[in-house]
């Protein structure tokens, strides 16, 4: 565990600071149930006539909220927050003095109606509100000093920096004195009403009035023990936030919702109950914003925070420093504070819509323990923070499946953030056996050269741009269309959503060249945030940062496509194969042979031979890729520095420009928002509005032809945003976005005996496909920070097994799915992802993975560990029969798929495909879709060859 | 109440007019002029919302759920203010804001013109919005029924166009 956890396990708590806990925890629980009794018996029921002085009733909501609050956050850390302990107890003490003096010296003789309750005395209800205050502080102020007698120190925070307060933190020191000496009065004011003449007939409901007195000294105290250690407390002034927001909520409800015009006398004066509602309300906002501000300020100077607000950023700490829990007796090599700040400044970094999803998921995290009376998960005891995640997320209750997934989610990408970070920072690298390339032996290497590739930046574009041929999406589809349409003597423009990056910029840094290739596309996953779809966005698409895999497409899904009882594509298929091999000549595509190949790969195929699978079993062999004179650095999904993948980027896109000067031009971050058509029959594109730069400039662009290549996802996409496709959409009903499927990736990771150093040489080195149909078999490793985010395990485990990275392999079994997904527009804006795995997909999976874990066994593996929820791991051939059950769960096994495929399906019939034959949209004139996404079901294999065979032979039918 | 059309003087009218004047004004801003590509998408928006909301202000105060608005308001709201300024403003901003921000801006707009004409003309005075009391409700509800104007021609356009050919659709 984390060192701080282990500290505070060594010392785990007393027996007394037990039971203290658990009192401050059902205490705080029943004070936040009271703000609703409280809140909102003025507005309906019974109770009504007692709850008549609506400021006091505002202000009794606050009281009991502040310190509900507060006793949870005692209660997270009896020991760090004995303080606060102090502060509950004097809040009661105020309470029973206040009340005490009210009784004494005040006019308690008049009875109050409490509707089925009768009509008691104010002096009965006093009294039993002091045998109340009193029993709480009488029971709290007992557990406090059992729990003080023997109770070790507190260690010291870790998350909490050792330096010198920033100017930001003493000026909030100084706003909080300030704060102490208005609320101090205030509080005074509140009780010299209630026993001053000219005030006693409104500060009548005295219950409610000393609750007020209590709120007020309640702020006194809190911000006084705040400003005693601004560091330290800091996280303290929520309590007060919320109680300061609270109340002019009540408030300001009050006033909208009931008649609040009759008067409130205040020594002779008699304004409206509107106008002092109104007032305090005011009031209670403008502290409320000073000490908000003041805190931000505070927290965002301290921890140096641009894009996480604090919240979530207390978040991402609590979990840094959790999560990544190394062993009794070892360290972790990049303390919490450090993952934190690299979190941050690499989520700036990300180009993408979607970072809000980061924010939020770190803000649940904080926020979650509030739900089980726990205060935020960062002022949780670590020991204790550690078992809460354990329970709480680990083994989720029977929730409804959407609370379920979005729990997992939400933890998943805290983890997912701060493996990331940790895993990235070159201080972890030792421990785990990884060497970057740069510092491996090899023969000196540059980087490649200036790419000879013109890309306009959106600075070079004009409002307007006019195009003979406009495609959209540089990627495999698109860029191979450009190459053959300027080669045919159209004019082309590619418009590409993504940035240009050129290889001699491609560094190390996974993170950052996840940001920066990637785009959304890192973090796309379905609706049910279950599986992720990862796809490429930058010039060169996916191409760019793929593993160059080829594989032609398989005859028998062909056949299928072209059955006319199935797809009925009306393929030449002769044409198709002559295109794919014309693809392969372009690209050089070749057995990798004289690559460095990986070492796992190696092992994989030793392995399946001692398995005692023939070639006729199991055909394993080195793949077929579109590299030359690899050198195995392993980064091909972080992009090829040195020109070895033969990608979009690096190939076609240069070579169309060389080759056919004038006739290619590429704009760059460009997103196609949507198209603009004329109506007709045929329907005729007529123009598309596209968003350029980071101030997503409009731009309007027109053409004679438009080709869709924007992706699996995205060409579906821009198609239902435009109108094209669904029951009221233009033209006719054709089925965009439907039959959406994938080659859906498990992994195995296996341990070997030695050091296998899998993240040298060439990424994805050998395949395997069986007789049996359904699935496929690639090696695949990666450098550290993706293998983290991927490896099976949490705590402990997790950290254990990146430990052993060096002698860890794995191998991806990848089955081609059924067309059951479906692209969407999401409600909160892009593409929504609708899928779920069939059964027998999942049991295809099962089998591909249980055949894999013979193979590996064989191959000398210890232990193999599947990627699930929880952690499974198999120690032999024996236990691979447990496989079965454990996948048939797809909410616990961990799936993902970087070959997204269909949504615009290719067959003659409007009604079963969205393009025909010649790839124009059905009931177009002329726009066509020229990506993964026509194809009519899922392939199995790599696409990215069979995508350019199909861009070959289509340029013949767009020319 | 019912206003009768012998009512509403000349110089209220101009007064709408020039109240029309001013929004559209503001209109253009989201659009400077009509492309010669979309007129006729601009001409069939406007001649189906126009007429078919003359007829349907009349119809429903038939039916009792709307007050009567004489034949001149009930004519420069539906073909002035809807068929021609709207169907300006839909063009302007169909491209430019969510389909959630267009509607807040009808809605905006209608309750503006609503208010405008009850001052002038005493119209769009009903005790009740389909049950709901009051005149606001009247008047708000009927803004916020405006507020769809967007979402129905989005849709009405698309299929539209698969009969009428020359439509600009997005």
Known sequence: ?959 | MKVADSSIRVVEVLELLAFYGGLFAIIRTTMHAVEPRERRTFVAIGLVWGPSVFVANWLLYQAGAMSYLPWVNNFLHTFVWIGFMLSWLYLGVRERESLFVQCVIFATFSLIVKYAEQKLFGTWEHDNFFGIDGNGAYVLGWSLADGTYPLLTLFGLRIAARWIRGLVVI
Not at chain 1, 355 to 382: D, F, G, H, K
Not at chain 1, 642 to 668: C, N
Not at chain 1, 745 to 753: I, K, N, Q, R
Not at chain 1, 843 to 858: C, E, I, K, M, S
């Open chain 1, 1 to 959: 565990m984390s060192a701080n956890a282990e500290a505070s396990a060594a010392m785990p708590p007393t027996t007394a600071e037990r039971w203290l806990r658990a009192v401050l925890r059902i205490l705080g629980a029943g004070l936040l149930l009271a703000a609703v009794v409280y809140a909102l018996p003025p507005l309906t029921g019974p109770l009504r006539s007692f709850y008549g002085e609506l400021p006091f009733v505002a202000n009794s909501a606050a009281k009991v909220t502040l310190l509900g609050l507060a006793c949870l956050y005692a209660a997270g850390d009896v020991r760090r927050r004995r303080g606060v302990v102090l502060l509950v107890i004097g809040a009661h003490l105020v309470s029973v003095a206040a009340m005490g003096v009210v009784l004494a010296f005040g006019e308690a003789s008049g009875h109050v109606d409490m509707g089925f309750l009768g009509t008691p005395s104010v002096a009965t209800v006093l009294w039993s509100a002091i045998g109340l205050d009193g029993a709480i502080t009488a029971a709290v102020a007992a557990l406090w000093l059992w729990a003080r007698a023997g109770q070790p120190p507190a260690a010291p925070d870790p998350l909490v920096p050792e330096a010198p307060l920033t100017p930001q933190e003493r000026r909030l020191r100084t706003v909080l004195v300030v704060l102490c000496g208005a609320f101090a009065p205030i509080g005074a004011a509140y009780l010299a009403g209630a026993l001053l003449d000219g005030t006693q007939s409104t500060f009548v409901e005295l219950p409610f009035v000393t609750n007020s007195v209590v709120l007020a000294a309640g702020l006194t105290l809190l911000c006084a023990y705040v400003a005693h250690d601004v560091r330290r407390n800091l996280p303290l002034t929520g309590p007060a936030l919320v109680a300061l927001a609270l109340a002019p909520l009540a408030m300001l409800l009050y006033l909208v919702l009931l008649d609040t015009g009759r008067p409130f006398p205040l020594w002779g004066w008699e304004p409206r109950l509107t106008d002092v509602l109104a007032a305090l309300a005011l009031l209670d906002v403008a502290l409320g914003a000073l000490l908000l501000v003041t805190v931000r300020a505070a927290w965002k100077a301290r921890e140096e925070i641009r894009f996480f607000a604090p919240l979530q950023q207390r978040g991402l700490l609590a979990v840094a420093e959790t999560l990544l829990a190394a062993p009794a007796g070892e360290v972790e090599q990049v303390p919490p504070r450090r993952i934190a700040a690299n979190v941050e400044s690499y989520v700036r970094g990300v180009r993408a819509h979607r970072t809000w999803v980061y924010r939020a998921a770190l803000m649940a995290l904080e926020l979650r323990p509030l739900l089980r009376a726990w205060p935020p998960l960062s002022q949780i005891a670590p020991y204790e923070r550690r078992r809460f995640l354990e329970r709480r997320f680990l083994e989720p209750p029977p929730w409804p499946r959407f609370a379920k997934n979005l729990t997992q989610v939400v933890i998943r990408i805290g983890q997912q953030l701060v493996f990331a970070s940790y895993y990235n920072d070159r201080a972890s690298w030792r421990s785990i056996g990884y060497a970057p390339f740069s510092e491996r032996e090899h023969e000196p290497v540059a980087k490649r050269g200036p790419l000879p590739l013109r890309v306009h930046a959106p600075q070079e574009v004009g409002e307007t741009i006019e195009a003979d041929v406009c495609i959209v999406g540089s990627g495999a589809g698109g860029a191979t269309l450009a190459y053959e349409l300027a080669k045919a003597g159209r004019s082309v423009l590619i418009l590409e959503r993504g940035p240009y990056v050129q290889p001699r910029d491609f560094s190390e840094n996974e993170v950052e060249m996840v940001g920066r290739l990637y785009g959304d596309g890192v973090m796309q996953q379905t609706e049910d945030f279950r599986f992720t779809v990862l796809q490429g966005s930058c010039v060169g698409g996916s191409t760019t940062v793929n593993n160059a895999v080829c594989f032609p497409p398989p005859e028998p899904v062909l056949a299928r496509w072209n059955d006319p009882s199935a797809h009925d594509a009306g393929l030449d298929l002769d044409r198709l194969r002559a295109s794919v091999a014309a693809v392969e000549r372009q690209l050089d595509v070749h057995r990798q042979d004289e690559a460095l190949l990986n070492r796992s790969g190696v092992l994989y195929v030793q392995g399946a031979q001692r398995a005692g699978l023939s070639p006729g079993q199991l055909d394993a062999a080195v793949v077929r890729a579109n590299i030359r004179d690899c050198l195995g650095c392993g980064y091909c999904n972080i992009g090829c520095a040195y020109g070895r993948k033969l990608s979009m980027l690096d190939r076609t896109l240069p070579a169309a420009q060389a080759e056919f000067p004038g006739r290619v031009r590429i704009v760059a971050e460009c997103e196609v928002l949507r198209l603009r058509t004329q109506s007709g029959k045929p329907a005729r594109v007529i123009e598309l509005r596209a968003a350029l730069g980071a101030e997503a400039r409009r731009v309007t662009v027109r053409a004679d032809t438009f080709v869709l290549s924007a992706g699996a996802i995205g060409s579906s996409y821009l198609l239902l945003r435009s109108g094209v496709g669904g029951l009221l959409g233009l033209g006719p009903r054709l089925p965009v976005g439907r039959g959406l499927c994938f080659n859906m990736g498990a992994p195995l990771t296996a341990e070997m005996e030695q050091p296998v150093r899998a993240y040298e040489g060439l990424q994805i080195s050998h395949y395997g496909i069986p007789a049996q149909n359904g699935f496929v078999f690639e090696t695949w490793f990666n450098p550290p920070v993706a293998q983290a985010v991927n490896m099976p395990g949490w705590f402990e485990r997790h950290f254990e097994n990146m430990r052993a990275y060096d002698r860890l392999m794995a191998v991806g079994v990848l089955v081609g799915t059924a067309g059951n997904a479906r692209v969407r527009r999401a409600l909160t804006g892009g593409p929504g992802i609708a899928y779920r795995p069939e059964k027998a997909d999942l049991q295809t999976l099962a089998r591909g993975l249980q055949l894999l874990g013979r193979v590996l066994f064989a191959a000398g593996a210890k232990r193999v560990m599947l990627n699930t929820w929880g952690y499974d791991e198999l120690h032999g051939p024996d236990e691979l029969g447990r496989i079965e059950q454990i996948v048939s769960d797809p909410d616990y096994v961990t799936l993902g798929t970087g070959h997204p495929q269909g949504g615009n399906a290719l067959s003659r019939s409007p009604k079963h495909g969205v393009v025909g034959p010649d790839f124009r949209v059905h009931g177009y004139e002329n726009l066509h879709v020229c990506d993964a996404s026509v194809f009519p079901s899922s392939l199995t294999v790599n696409p990215q060859l069979t995508v350019m065979g199909l861009a070959h032979y289509a340029a013949q039918e767009i020319a």
